[in-house]
């Protein structure tokens, strides 16, 4: 019979050869492979079926993304609308100082040439600019006045809203002078809030500043804690928030 310590002995042995063997073979993978499988390429036009849908106002900028800049760079671009060419280019500076100052429907679509994934040392690289965006230029633009914003009575913990009044002023711009119906809601923003506002009947905006008045209800539940507004912009189906600069009591 083998001694245990022999046993041992030859088992450890054994343990270290397997862990110089496996140890050799993963440094070969690794130079030309990711972990255990072959290098993960992105190549031209693998993401030119992604879309984006955004609309914004006329004499607007797209707002991209901070991560979507460094690729932008690295690509050419066309901007169409109506199928005829607006604007095309290279690189991010001429898109992100576009401004639309005709409403409609674009088209922006991206090329990226080449393979692009040698930029992050090899490892796997997922796009985060989509192929194309679809753009609507709304010919109508909101734009909430935040020094405007006043209620008429202090909003209290654990008290009911109903009868105080929120109004803020929005000045309202046409690309064509046309008027614009206004007859949305406001929720609130915060911990244990109920609070919504609704306006007394809709508002027909005119070219200019226009005064929106909200009725409130519904209550805040805490005490010492900060809540704030939130406004759609039903130009361009978006929001404008608006955080109160004191706590509720």
């Known amino acids: 019979m083998i001694n245990t310590k022999v046993q041992k002995k030859f088992r450890y042995i054994f ?14 993978q690794a130079q030309g492979s990711t972990f255990f499988g072959p290098k993960h390429v992105h190549k031209a036009g693998e993401f030119s079926n992604t879309i ?14 901070s991560g979507m800049i460094p690729e932008m760079e690295l690509c050419s671009w066309s901007l169409t609308k109506n199928d005829s060419l607006v604007t095309e280019g290279q690189g991010c500076d001429p898109l992100q100082d576009y401004i639309f100052t005709s409403p409609g429907n674009y088209e922006l679509v991206f090329d990226m040439p080449g393979a692009y994934t040698e930029s992050m040392g090899g490892a796997c690289f997922h ?6 965006f679809m753009i609507e230029v709304s010919p109508y633009k909101l734009t909430f006045d935040a020094n405007s914003v006043a209620l008429s009575g202090s909003i209290q913990s654990g008290i009911e809203t109903s009868g105080i009044q929120l109004s803020v002023n929005v000045l309202f711009e046409s690309y064509d002078g046309s008027t614009l119906t206004y007859n949305e809601s406001l929720i609130s923003t915060g911990v244990e809030t109920t609070v919504t506002g609704s306006l007394t009947e809709p508002i027909v905006m005119v070219p200019g500043i226009n005064t929106l008045l909200f009725s409130l209800s519904g209550k805040v539940a805490n005490s010492n804690t900060f809540i704030g507004f939130d406004f759609l912009n039903n130009a361009t189906q978006s929001s404008w928030s608006f955080a109160l600069s004191n706590p509720i009591f």
Do not use: H, Q, W
């Open 15 to 28: 343990m270290g050869l397997y862990l110089i063997c496996f140890g050799c073979s993963f440094s070969g």
């Open 52 to 65: 984006r849908e955004i609309k914004i106002s006329y004499n607007e900028k797209v707002p991209f993304e």
């Open 127 to 132: 796009p985060t600019l989509p192929g194309k």
